[in-house]
């Protein structure tokens, strides 16, 4: 081997080694930390505990009413994402295959959602979600996270790939006799597993980690998500860091536990959701 | 590996359906939980009462308050006990989101029956979502004092709780060690911070990451400066209608508050520090000196149990006058005027406007109570504020006197960190206050 | 083939989507729009319509203004070092070999925790009080403490660094896919051409990153414009108004100042900017597609 290879190589351990370190140092401090007392983790914030001990694990549960805000956030998540698999695959096939120019002109409607961030509705929205007596609800969130926030992207991302699969396959069924929506139902759907599964991994990281959309309408804490659990302990009510952090791993473990058993799937999520877009 | 993964979004989906199902009864059935945590009567008989005589049936009230419900423990007990007919609902919502939640329910006619006011309960009035309480009998147990701040032309909108008050506390161990005492002026107390910084110690911290450290601090000095005169109280009207300007008034005051910028005993480096590492700094005698008020001493206790800590009052000019703290009447009890059970909220006023339910709310939270006759015992922690009390020397005119107080002190707290980090000058401060104010006042016509 | 029929069957499928839509996202839209010229604020019950008079206030409010610049100088910044830092890592990492890929999803990781959990964290990990573990390192290594979110002329870049570290790997793992597209004949040619690595990054890899580019760039833009949750827990737009941003501002006027009026004002405002921005970025993406075609 040549000397530039071998200074090659190192150098590039040496990077390899550094965005390890940058990534891994801020995960690694929130983990250990919560294991710690307060005066060792202001000793040596890097250090291993001296012994583990999970107290803090139990207060912080028992202080974000784990379970209940648990149940929350997969009722929220589970039912915008049926939703939106239901409403998106429809709305993007019949914009996909119909050439009549009121569907052209919906799809131009949902486009639009794509572009301009619904923040700027959001104080008309609040206003009316109020006025019909919602405020405080699941299923106020859940429209918000399905209409406001997903849906045009959902819609653009199966509609993509409706558009790879050859019409003929439906034709066919036509002249079977099938209608059109068992054509869809029967035929299409089922092809469109993997947009489905890529657009349902998109949407539940989005609803997962939407902060302000419960923030805004959830009030009674026994409806709240684990992210405004997190929020209403910090404060005049938080004591110190070491009894904080475990609640931000708390909150964060279920996704977590998802990245780590379908990274694969995730990434590609990701990918296909860029590429389609 | 997709067949794999379509198979569980499948199973997530049906565990989810069948989730959301139960959840509606589900939260149903939370909500009347955490009611029931304030509810001691007996519930079978409260049931059998509800389906025979409606004398028996229980009403249930919704309260929707910034303070939670832990703050509130042993009231909310007493209640109970007192009214076996009432089921009080807390709901806690955060300070900073409150206003919003509250807002948006009344305006839909709709809201909580009884309603914890703060600064925004005038303008509340104002709008008339509020119901006028000033012939009720309880009423007369107030101190005026107390009521000043939910008065709108002459009508009382609500009964104020304890109150609340902020000064200096101070580590009596670093004081005693290093021969100091507690300062009679402002000069004095900067004094105190170059005594103790000369020695490596911290003197004071103060979690400046918030606006309102600073904010209270320098109103602290206004309040020793300027409202000490009572002749100025008056000007407290005069900046409701946008007449009177803070640039004018209070600049003395705020430019000798600035005095503790100027010789370095707050450093932009504070800006940098939340609330809770402030707290952390005081009870672990990293720092002699932290403002704050009562609801901290739990906590730092329960950080440092062998802490000696006591309160001053945060010096004037004048050494022969005692010094003030900023506080007033900390929050109160409204009734929401479209409430369906005026007569059952009214029973918890009147209640709660007696000498017993006054020492159950000072019992979860330290301050001093506006119903005449009773007597509070703070404790030695405050003995040091003993004199500024006797003078009534406790103010904070923003939710006091002012309509558009939190978003007026909001803008003058921000644009102090500003002049702590050096962009920006005590006059411009006060200025930014006093546009903010007018631009509310003109969102209001 | 039973046109009518058919299109019923349409109209039935997406009209649900589409009547949800419209009444949650455009008519609020819509509305903020109307707001934006009335007198209506939470505290007074009685509307009226006051012209533009709301969109001058907002260009004399200097806060207002300033939270506008840092939305935008934000944006900006971020899609520069997000995509920049990306390319950089996607063009490195683009192996295989097993610790290349742990290090992949390590760097991936952060875009699934929620931006305010990350938030949190880095407000301890940065915090000026004693035990900052940030502030530790760099005294270790002999470096002066930093007041990072503290320092209003630096708290801005400092929620950025955190928003960077969160999605940097999100930008990075779309990089990789669109590398792993391109042709390995293309990079064979410039071989021959004699070309060093650089070169053939500038010659073969970049254009042809186009679809990537234009995706992340948009998308960052965009996200650094709303930017709310990172800001509303690491420093709630302080010190002072040094980074107050759009989101925030708005709800600050919107909600707790009860200018229901002005923050709408604000809302088209910001519609407009957001509108120019990816109308601007979508036509020089047409040209350098184009480019690349010819």
């Known amino acids: 081997m040549s000397i530039k290879k071998v200074l090659g ?14 990534m891994i140092i801020p995960i ?11 005066a060792e983790a202001a000793a040596s914030p890097l250090g291993l505990p001296v012994r583990f001990t999970f107290d803090n694990y139990s207060k912080a549960i028992a202080a974000m009413n784990y379970l209940q805000s648990f149940r929350n956030n997969l009722i929220i998540a589970a039912a915008s994402v049926v939703l939106l698999l239901v409403f998106s695959s429809m709305s993007a096939y019949v914009i996909a295959r119909s050439k009549q120019k009121v569907f052209k002109i919906m799809s131009g409607v949902f486009m639009v959602g794509l572009i301009i961030p619904f923040q700027i509705s959001i104080i008309p929205l609040y206003k009316m979600l109020a006025a019909v007596h919602i405020m405080n609800t699941h299923f106020a969130v859940i429209l918000v996270d399905v209409f406001c926030i997903n849906l045009p992207l959902s819609i653009f991302l199966i509609r993509g790939f409706i558009n790879t699969v050859p019409v003929e396959l439906e034709e066919a069924a036509f002249i079977d006799g099938s209608g059109t929506f068992q054509c869809y139902w029967r035929i299409i759907f089922p092809l469109l597993k993997p947009i489905l599964a890529t657009v349902a991994i998109l949407d539940t990281l989005t609803i997962w980690n939407d902060f302000m959309t419960p923030l805004l309408l959830l009030q009674s804490s026994e409806k709240q998500v684990l992210l405004q659990q997190v929020y209403r302990n910090v404060g005049p009510f938080s004591t110190d860091w070491t009894s904080f952090f475990p609640m931000l791993v708390m909150a964060t473990l279920p996704l977590v536990i998802f990245y780590l058993i379908m990274q694969k799937q995730i990434i590609e999520g990701v990918v296909a959701g860029a590429v389609k877009g | 590996m997709k067949r794999k993964l379509l198979a569980l979004l499948l199973s997530l989906t049906v565990i989810a359906g069948s989730l959301a199902g139960c959840g509606n009864e589900g939260s149903n059935a939370g909500a009347s939980d955490t009611a029931g945590t304030a509810d001691v009567s007996d519930t079978t008989d409260a049931d059998a009462g509800a389906t025979d005589t409606e004398s028996g049936e229980v009403v249930k009230l919704r309260m929707m308050a910034y303070n939670a419900e832990s703050t509130r423990a042993t009231y909310l007990q007493y209640l109970a006990d007192q009214l076996p007919g009432i089921e009080i609902e807390f709901e806690f919502v955060s300070n900073d989101n409150f206003d919003n939640v509250l807002n948006s329910q009344l305006q839909a006619g709709e809201g909580p029956d009884i309603i914890e006011g703060g600064g925004q309960t005038k303008l509340l009035a104002r709008a008339g979502y509020l119901l006028d309480i000033s012939d009720q009998e309880f009423i007369g147990k107030y101190a005026d004092s107390g009521l000043q701040a939910y008065t709108v032309d002459g009508k009382v909108y609500a009964i104020p709780l304890q109150s609340w008050f902020e000064g200096i506390y101070y580590n009596k161990r670093i004081f005693e060690e290093n021969g100091i005492s507690v300062p009679k002026t402002w ?35 206004a309040n020793n400066m300027f409202y000490s ?46 609330y809770d590492q402030a707290l952390d700094e005081f009870a672990t005698e990293k720092a002699a000196m932290w403002e704050c008020g009562p609801w901290a001493v739990e906590t730092i206790l329960e950080k440092n149990p062998d802490i000696e800590i006591g309160m001053f009052p945060i010096p004037g000019t004048n050494a022969d006058k005692p010094g003030w703290l900023v506080g007033g009447p900390g929050s109160a009890w409204a009734i929401n005027a479209k409430s369906k059970h005026i007569e059952e909220a009214l029973q918890v006023l009147e209640v709660t406007s007696t000498a017993e339910a006054q020492q159950a709310l000072v019992a979860d939270n330290a301050g001093s109570s506006f119903v005449e006759g009773v007597e509070i015992d ?41 002049v702590l980090s050096g962009s920006r000058t005590v006059q411009e401060a006060l200025a930014e206050a006093d546009t903010t104010n007018l631009n509310l006042i003109d969102a209001m016509k | 083939m039973g046109g009518k029929k058919r299109t019923r069957v349409y109209f039935l499928m997406i009209i649900p989507a589409f009547i949800g839509f419209v009444v949650l996202y455009i008519a609020p839209t819509a509305m903020s729009f109307m707001y934006s010229l009335t007198n209506w604020s939470v505290y007074n019950p009685e509307i009226r319509f006051v012209g533009l008079q709301n969109f001058q206030k907002i260009f004399t409010d200097a806060k207002t203004v300033a939270a506008l610049k840092h939305s935008v100088k934000y944006a900006f910044m971020i899609t520069i070092v997000q995509n920049v830092l990306a390319i950089i890592l996607a063009v490195l990492l683009n192996r295989k070999s097993r610790v290349v890929n742990f290090v992949k999803s390590l760097t991936f990781l952060p875009a699934v925790l929620s931006i305010m959990v990350v938030g949190y964290l880095f407000q301890y990990i940065m915090t000026s009080a004693d035990g900052g573990l940030l502030n530790m390192i760099i005294t270790f290594f002999g470096g002066k403490p930093v007041n990072w979110l503290g320092d209003e002329k630096i708290a801005l870049y400092s929620v950025l660094i955190t928003q960077v570290w969160q999605w940097t790997g999100w930008s990075m793992v779309i990089y990789v896919a669109n590398l792993k597209s391109i042709d390995g004949a293309l990079y064979e040619a410039a071989d021959i051409d004699g070309a060093n690595g650089i070169q053939k990054f500038l010659r073969v890899t970049l254009p042809l990153l186009y679809p990537a580019v234009s995706f992340n760039v948009l998308m960052s833009l965009i996200g650094g414009m709303k930017m709310f949750d990172a800001v509303f827990v690491m420093t709630k737009g302080g010190p002072g108004y040094a980074t107050e941003t759009i989101m925030t501002t708005l709800i600050r006027e919107g909600f707790n100042s009860g200018r229901t009026a002005y923050a709408c004002a604000f809302a088209v405002i910001f519609f407009i900017v957001v509108f120019i921005f990816s109308q601007t970025l979508t036509y020089f993406f047409n040209k350098w597609e184009e480019a690349i075609q010819s």
């Open chain 2, 187 to 221: 000069d004095e107390f900067i004094e105190i911070h170059k005594t103790l910084e000369a020695k490596g110690i911290k003197a004071q911290t103060m979690g400046a990451q918030s606006y309102e450290p600073m904010m209270k601090q320098s109103i602290a000095l």
């Open chain 2, 229 to 274: 005169d009572s002749a100025n109280l008056a000007f407290d009207e005069k900046f409701n209608t946008g007449e009177g300007k803070l640039e004018e008034a209070w600049l003395p005051a705020v430019e000798e508050w600035y005095k503790i910028i100027e010789e370095g005993c707050l450093q932009p480096e504070m800006l940098g520090l939340s």
């Open chain 2, 378 to 418: 703070l404790g030695d922690i405050y003995a040091d504020c003993d004199e500024a009390f006797k003078a009534g020397n406790v103010y904070a005119p923003w939710t006091a006197a002012w309509t558009n107080g939190q978003s007026v002190v909001e803008a003058y707290g921000k644009s102090l960190q500003e």
């Open chain 1, 9 to 22: 190589k190192t150098g590039y351990g040496v990077f390899l080694a550094c965005v390890f370190l940058i």
């Open chain 1, 28 to 38: 690694y401090y929130l983990l250990v930390t919560t294991f710690k007392s307060p």
